[in-house]
C-alpha cells in the first residue's frame, strides 16, 4: 500500500465528503455519520480500495480517532471492513465475558454511504516494526522482548478464543496506544479465516491451500500448501520475537527464493541450529516451545499457559522485571510527551489495511 500524499484539492475545505469515494478526500473535509460528524485531520495511509484518515469530531471532544474507509465493491466476500467490524464486536463481547484486557482496538462509530463504508476507531501510536528501527542498533532489549511477546501472543489467544486465525503474524501488525504506550493492540484481519461452522465444529481442512502471509514469518505448513490453524500463527510469533531482539534478524533474512526459506526453517529445527537462532534469548526454553508448537496438528488446542509459563521462567532466569518501562517508555523520558505523542501516529501502521 503506497503512502499518500494530500488528497485531491479540487473540494473546498469545510465541506461534505459524503457523495464522494472516500478515498480521495481533502484535509478539512467532513464525513458524517447517524449521529456525529467527523473533520478529517491527515490522510493516513491509502489502497485501491480504501483508505485510513485520523480524523476528530465536530465540535472536538478532545481526542483524535482513527476513520477507515473501504471503497463500495461488487463482490460481498471483498468486503473487508465487514469482516474486521465482526471480529471486533466479537472480540468485545469475548473479553467482557472473560474479563480479560483487549489487545483489540474499539470501533466507536460506522456509517454506510452510496459509494463507501466507514468505521470510526481507536488511533494506534507506532508498530513494532517501527518501534524496532527506532531503536540504535534496530532491536528490543530482552526485557522488553520477553513483555511485549506475552501481550502479542495474549492479542493471538483473544482472536483464536472467538473461532478466527491471523495468518499474517508479524511486527508491522502490532501497534502500541497513543494513550496507553504500553499496550499492545494486534490489527489488520483482511486475511483472518474463521476456522470453525456455524455449529462451532472446526471445520475439515482443505486438501491444497494457497500462501498466506508474509514470507519471513510464515509458518511451515504455509509453505507447504496445508491448511493453517491455531498452531501456525504461534509459529509465525516465535519468528517474530526472535527477530525483534536479534541484531541480524532471523537465519533467512535477506532470502527471497521461498523454497530456500522454507528449508531453512526446517533446518533451524537441529538442536544447534535452533541454539544459535535462539542465542540472543534463552536458546533451551526457546526451543521447547518450538519443539511443542511442532508437535501440535490442525485439531489440536494450543496450550498457551505453557507457553507464558516459559516466558516468565526466561525473565526470572535473567533476573528481568516484565513491569519495567518499554524501550520506547524510555527513549520519551528523552523527549516531550506531546512531541512524542503526535509522532507516533505513524503512517506505516495502516499501510497494507487495502491491499
Known amino acids: 500500500m503506497k503512502q499518500a500524499s494530500k488528497a485531491s484539492s479540487e473540494e473546498p475545505e469545510n465541506s461534505c465528503a459524503d457523495e464522494t469515494d472516500?478515498?480521495?478526500?481533502?484535509?478539512?473535509?467532513?464525513?458524517?455519520?447517524?449521529?456525529?460528524?467527523?473533520?478529517l485531520i491527515e490522510l493516513l495511509g491509502k489502497g485501491g480500495y480504501g483508505a485510513v484518515y485520523k480524523?476528530?469530531?465536530?465540535?472536538?471532544?478532545?481526542?483524535?480517532?482513527?476513520?477507515?474507509?473501504?471503497?463500495?465493491?461488487?463482490?460481498?466476500?471483498?468486503?473487508?471492513?465487514?469482516?474486521?467490524?465482526?471480529?471486533?464486536?466479537?472480540?468485545?463481547?469475548y473479553?467482557?465475558?472473560t474479563k480479560q484486557k483487549s489487545h483489540f482496538v474499539q470501533i466507536y462509530d460506522r456509517a454506510k454511504k452510496a459509494r463507501f463504508a466507514l468505521i470510526v476507531m481507536t488511533l494506534c501510536g507506532d508498530s513494532l516494526a517501527d518501534l524496532k528501527k527506532k531503536r540504535p542498533r534496530q532491536m528490543f532489549s530482552l526485557g522488553t522482548t520477553y513483555g511485549v511477546g506475552l501481550q502479542c501472543l495474549k492479542a493471538i489467544e483473544q482472536l483464536h478464543g472467538i473461532g478466527y486465525i491471523h495468518r499474517d503474524i508479524k511486527p508491522g501488525n502490532y501497534a502500541i496506544g497513543v494513550e496507553d504506550r504500553r499496550c499492545v493492540f494486534i490489527l489488520d484481519f483482511g486475511i483472518a479465516r474463521n476456522i470453525f461452522n456455524a455449529k462451532r465444529e472446526l471445520k475439515a481442512p482443505?486438501?491444497?491451500?494457497?500462501f498466506r502471509g508474509t514470507v519471513r514469518y510464515?509458518?511451515?505448513?504455509?509453505?507447504?500448501?496445508?491448511?493453517?490453524?491455531?498452531?501456525?500463527?504461534c509459529e509465525s510469533w516465535l519468528y517474530m520475537i526472535t527477530e525483534i531482539c536479534t541484531i541480524d534478524g532471523l537465519p533467512w533474512r535477506g532470502e527471497k527464493d521461498r523454497e530456500r526459506?522454507?528449508?531453512?526453517?526446517?533446518?533451524?529445527?537441529?538442536?544447534?541450529?535452533?541454539?544459535?537462532?535462539f542465542r540472543a534469548m534463552h536458546p533451551a526454553n526457546m526451543a521447547?516451545?518450538?519443539?511443542?508448537?511442532?508437535?501440535?496438528?490442525?485439531?489440536?488446542?494450543?496450550?498457551?499457559?505453557?507457553?507464558?509459563?516459559?516466558?516468565?521462567?526466561?525473565?526470572?532466569?535473567?533476573?528481568?522485571?516484565l513491569t519495567a518501562p518499554y524501550d520506547w517508555e524510555l527513549d520519551d523520558d528523552k523527549y516531550d510527551r506531546t512531541t512524542t505523542t503526535t509522532t507516533t501516529t505513524n503512517l506505516s501502521v495502516y499501510k497494507s489495511t487495502f491491499r
Open 22 to 39: 472516500g478515498v480521495n478526500i481533502k484535509d478539512g473535509q467532513y464525513v458524517t455519520t447517524n449521529t456525529k460528524k467527523y473533520r
Open 261 to 277: 526459506i522454507l528449508q531453512m526453517k526446517v533446518n533451524v529445527r537441529a538442536p544447534q541450529s535452533s541454539k544459535n537462532m
Open 95 to 97: 473479553v467482557t465475558e
Open 55 to 93: 480524523v476528530e469530531t465536530e465540535p472536538s471532544d478532545g481526542r483524535h480517532y482513527a476513520m477507515k474507509i473501504e471503497k463500495a465493491r461488487e463482490k460481498a466476500h471483498n468486503n473487508k471492513l465487514k469482516m474486521e467490524v465482526s471480529i471486533i464486536k466479537q472480540i468485545a463481547y
Open 288 to 321: 521447547a516451545i518450538l519443539k511443542y508448537v511442532d508437535s501440535l496438528t490442525y485439531a489440536d488446542e494450543v496450550d498457551y499457559n505453557y507457553i507464558y509459563t516459559v516466558i516468565e521462567e526466561c525473565a526470572r532466569v535473567g533476573r528481568l522485571d
Open 206 to 210: 482443505r486438501i491444497k491451500v494457497p
Open 218 to 233: 510464515a509458518a511451515i505448513n504455509c509453505h507447504k500448501g496445508i491448511e493453517l490453524g491455531t498452531k501456525d500463527d
